[in-house]
């Protein structure tokens, strides 16, 4: 295989900062999510501070929980729903033609997931000074390992639906929604994993999130930083990004078999 | 010596379960050539073209383009050629010039801003530059499509049906600009068409499919003679309709 150019890896990702300054609506729409989730979670805290024990210990507990559960959720769309626009725009012919190979595509794609997420998140975790006197980057430098995690948890998950839909069209592009949330009972977002009845737990701590969600309580509730919890996640993660990336590429060598990047689209 | 042929394909085949897209055919290009793979629908032209730019897998068969073997190394090749096709779309939201750039800098162009212009001055498509690929015309699609393919100036252009969908002046016009290029940089043609003026004009080599298999091969005024018929017109029907050279067509 040659070598990763880096100057392709810029290219498409040019190719998909014009596409996102192309339409105010999509920045907007970037930022609409995360801050309608804050600003909701806002008001449940300060409802529910005055009748919890732990919340009152902890007022951070549910916006830290809601704004961190959005890096995951931004990351893994940011990354499949700008591959799909590559499906939509049938461009994958023209990308696979030219000296592109699909590895600079997956880094192109993670440096605009990273963009993405960055930029609809942050907007959030701005506004929700202002609105609630919170701030999530109190959360020290434990917060730049969660954002890790998530994010590469969140790059994880888009390459496998990513290939889902490469493999079975757009009519799967309903997985790109759906495959996050079903994560989400799981990962202990708003609650310890401990919760979860016995036979689930073992399912939830397979899952780098869940490790980031139960350091985060430790940090805001006990003022401790688990860097072991750092570590699993980051392992995990090693593990199911490599799993998304072969699976990602399989499928590309798939598609080239079966002749399907010519006829890729809607 | 002779230099070795640009594109070399031994007993390619290319196979979907029971079908026979390609069905074992060989071909040489040389360099500099014009060749037309021509041949009806679902005669194995896309297929084929698929296959030299490495977005198809063969069945088996080898492939050698500028002396690499594809798709095994298809990155080694794939800078030095390019393609133009009215079936692959490029972004309909960038516009022509995010569309060229972003391109040029896959290609790893130099000066992008200096090529643009060029191109933008030689296909006539400076005036809508900063309007979206998605608001263009047909016409301007397929000029802008093929400023993308003229990019890196490869040594080797595919076209499929490079004037389908156009109008007699815009087809002429594109079919004055490929000759043109040609001319200048000694580049090899290999174009797939229906448009068998634009074939006997354009190509000095032709190649006829029929259900995945070679049936002729020649120069356009060779295939006329040896088919007895006036113009490749009638040398293409009689090869799309099973009819053998010399054969009297109904």
């Known amino acids: 295989m040659n070598g990763i150019s880096p100057h392709r890896i810029g290219a498409l990702a040019l190719r998909y900062l014009y596409l996102l300054r192309s339409s105010r609506v999509r920045i907007i729409e970037l930022a609409y999510w995360p801050t309608v989730q804050m600003i909701l979670w806002g008001f449940i805290t300060r409802y529910l501070a005055s009748h919890s024990d732990v919340l009152n210990q902890a007022t951070g507990l549910l916006l830290s929980g809601v704004l961190l559960w959005d890096i995951l959720f931004r990351s893994q769309l940011g990354l499949s729903v700008v591959f799909f626009e590559e499906l939509h ?178 | ?68 073997a594809v798709p095994r190394h298809r990155q080694r090749v794939l800078p030095r050629m390019n393609f133009s096709s009215p079936y692959v779309d490029l972004p309909q939201r960038l516009t022509v010039a995010e569309n060229l750039t972003v391109y040029a800098r896959l290609y790893g162009v130099r000066r992008v801003r200096e090529r643009l212009a060029t191109l933008g001055r030689d296909l006539d498509i400076e005036a809508f530059f900063q309007r979206p690929y998605g608001s263009l015309s047909a016409g301007q699609k397929t000029r802008v499509a093929l400023a993308k393919a003229l990019l890196n100036q490869p040594e080797i252009l595919l076209l499929d049906e490079p004037t389908a969908s156009l109008d007699p002046d815009t087809a002429d016009r594109m079919r004055r600009i490929l000759i043109d290029y040609q001319r200048r940089s000694g580049a090899t043609l290999l174009l797939a068409s229906h448009n068998m003026s634009e074939v006997e004009r354009l190509c000095d080599q032709i190649i006829m499919l029929r259900a995945g298999r070679i049936v002729a091969t020649g120069a356009p005024r060779e295939l006329i003679h040896r088919y007895g018929r006036k113009d490749m017109e009638e040398v293409f029907l009689d090869i799309a309709r099973g009819i053998q050279s010399g054969e009297v067509l109904e």
């Open chain 1, 89 to 266: 725009a049938r461009n994958l012919a023209q990308l696979f033609i030219s000296p592109l190979q699909p590895i600079e595509l997956i880094v192109a794609l993670m440096s605009i997931s990273l963009v993405r997420t960055v930029l609809g998140v942050g907007i959030a975790v701005l506004l929700a000074m202002p609105f609630y006197g919170f701030n999530l980057f109190d959360l020290g430098a434990p917060l730049a390992g969660f954002f890790l995690n998530l994010l590469l948890m969140g790059w994880a998950i888009g390459l496998l639906v990513s290939a889902l839909v490469l493999r079975y069209g757009m009519g799967a592009e309903s997985i790109a929604w759906a495959a996050i949330f079903a994560l989400a009972p799981l990962c202990g977002i708003y609650y310890p994993v401990a919760i979860l009845p016995g036979w689930l737990q073992p399912l939830a701590w397979a899952l780098p999130a869940s490790y980031v969600f139960e350091g985060m309580r430790a940090v805001l509730l006990d003022h401790a930083v688990r860097l072991d919890y750092l570590l699993y996640a980051l392992l995990l993660n090693a593990g199911y990004l490599g799993l998304g990336i072969g699976v990602f590429l399989a499928t590309v060598h798939q598609a080239r078999e079966r002749g399907s990047l010519l006829q890729s689209g809607e």
């Open chain 2, 1 to 68: 010596m002779a230099e070795p042929p640009i594109i070399q394909v031994e007993d390619l085949r290319k196979h979907y379960g029971p079908v026979r897209a390609v069905d074992g055919i060989n071909f040489a290009i040389d360099r500099g050539a014009t060749c037309a793979l021509l041949g009806g629908n679902g005669a194995g032209k896309t297929t084929t073209i698929a296959m030299l730019l490495g977005l198809l897998l063969p069945t088996s068969g080898q492939i050698r383009i500028l002396g690499e």
